[in-house]
């Protein structure tokens, strides 16, 4: 079946079936996050947002929205591609830009809701850069909980007019494309916001976070924002909640990814170190404390492997359910950032300063215990399914 082990520095191996098409990918993704994404890193972090151009360059190199049609520009492919992407941006240690937002968040509402002319419209320009995607739910006052959103659709002939404010929205200060949440007549709904000259809406600034410098995250203002009524998405009104629901799944399911290539990288990077590294005039790897804390680690991440790889072979036989991808979702990210944690406390000193890549990765993992859906209500949704 695998006839691929998962890529120097990605061990334990993996038992998904990854192909030669999946493979060169990786390879593709590699050079890029390499030598075109991670050189720029601090001026990007400088700018809380990468350059456009960036985006238009992974659209040629086909990076962006690899699995939809390829009638809408894609490459027809499958989970095991995305997968591959996001292990590469993690070891490479790319935060922005934030291909699996664009690719596996954003698009995937379009696929599974769309009209066929807003898949025809939209789906081409997400695959080459030339529209950049972003989802917006949060509300200030409306975050875990989110039936309590204010944003209004209220139908006013043929449009609806939108009026309300979202907050840490990712992509917020430069998506193209919207796929946004707000309370219609008939409940909660999605709508596809072009956000290209439209009058009444509004950005703030990138936010000041304590992490993800590069990615961008932003309030974002809907102040009597006119949108025709073929801006619905999924063309019934009140159905958000539950469209919002379906594709969280595969949201966590991402999270689950992005956690593994943070345990197995930060691994790899404390293994490295501490092999070089001398104390007491023995390396770092031979306390035995050292050897056993990262043994640890290992086994911890084999184990969460283990468990992540359950979860995508069944969400790629329509098999994953809400229950088990808020499981993988909240227990993958408390193991990602108990063993960066380990691993900063393994680099000593070195493993607070921002120019050793276990110093960012502390940072850019915090904010995954709390995004998409905060780890408590991950336990909720666990227990409601008991
Ligand atoms: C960097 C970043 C990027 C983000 N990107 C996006 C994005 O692109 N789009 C988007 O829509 N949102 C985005 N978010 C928002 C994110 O999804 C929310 O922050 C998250 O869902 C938590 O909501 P909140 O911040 O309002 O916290 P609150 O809901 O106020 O929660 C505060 C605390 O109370 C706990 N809590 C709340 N309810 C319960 C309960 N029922 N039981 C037990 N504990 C509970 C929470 O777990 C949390 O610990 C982003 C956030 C960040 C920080």
């Not at 998962?6 to 990854?18: E, I, V």
């Not at 084999?302 to 098999?319: H, I, P, S, Y």
Request: net charge negative.
């Amino acid at each position: 079946m695998n006839t691929h082990p998962s890529a120097p520095g990605l061990s334990p191996a993996t038992s998904l079936p990854f192909r030669d098409d999946h493979e060169m990918l990786r390879q593709t993704a590699r050079r890029f996050f390499e030598t075109e994404c991670a050189p720029h890193r601090e001026a990007w972090d400088e700018a809380g947002m990468v350059p456009r151009a960036i985006w238009r360059r992974a659209g040629e190199l086909g990076l962006l929205c690899p699995r939809i049609d390829p009638a809408y520009g894609g490459a027809g492919g499958d989970l095991l591609h995305a997968i591959v992407l996001t292990e590469e941006q993690v070891k490479a240690g790319v935060v922005a830009p934030m291909i699996s937002l664009h690719n596996d968040v954003v698009a995937p509402y379009l696929v599974a809701y769309g009209s066929e002319a807003q898949k025809a419209r939209a789906l081409p320009r997400m695959a080459t850069g030339e529209w950049l995607g972003a989802i917006a739910m949060t509300e200030p006052s409306a975050g875990s909980d989110l039936r309590g959103m204010k944003t209004r659709a209220r139908r006013d002939g043929d449009d609806y007019v939108i009026s309300g404010q979202k907050t840490f929205i990712s992509h917020g200060a430069t998506a193209d494309l919207i796929v946004l949440a707000a309370q219609a007549e008939a409940g909660i709904s999605l709508f596809l916001v072009e956000t290209d000259g439209l009058a009444g809406f509004s950005r703030g600034a990138p936010l000041d976070k304590m992490g993800q410098f590069s990615a961008d995250t932003a309030e974002i203002f809907f102040d009597e924002v006119r949108l025709p009524a073929s801006a619905l998405l999924g063309g019934e009104e009140g159905r958000g909640f539950a469209q919002l629901g379906e594709r969280l799944v595969e949201e966590r399911l991402m999270t689950g990814v992005v956690a593994q290539a943070f345990m197995e990288t930060a691994i790899d990077h404390t293994v490295a170190y501490t092999r070089e590294r001398k104390a007491f005039g023995q390396r770092i790897i031979d306390f035995q404390n050292s050897r056993f804390r990262l043994a640890e680690a290992r086994t911890e991440a084999v184990v969460c492997r283990t468990f992540l790889e359950r979860c995508v072979t069944k969400f790629m036989a329509g098999r994953l359910d809400a229950s088990e991808a808020a499981m993988l979702k909240w227990w993958s990210t408390e193991q990602q950032n108990r063993i960066v944690d380990a691993c900063v406390q393994l680099h000593g000193g070195y493993g607070y300063m921002l120019e050793y890549p276990i110093a960012r990765m502390w940072l850019d993992s915090r904010v995954a215990k709390i995004y998409g859906g905060a780890n408590e209500i991950m336990k909720d949704i666990i227990g409601r399914a008991l």
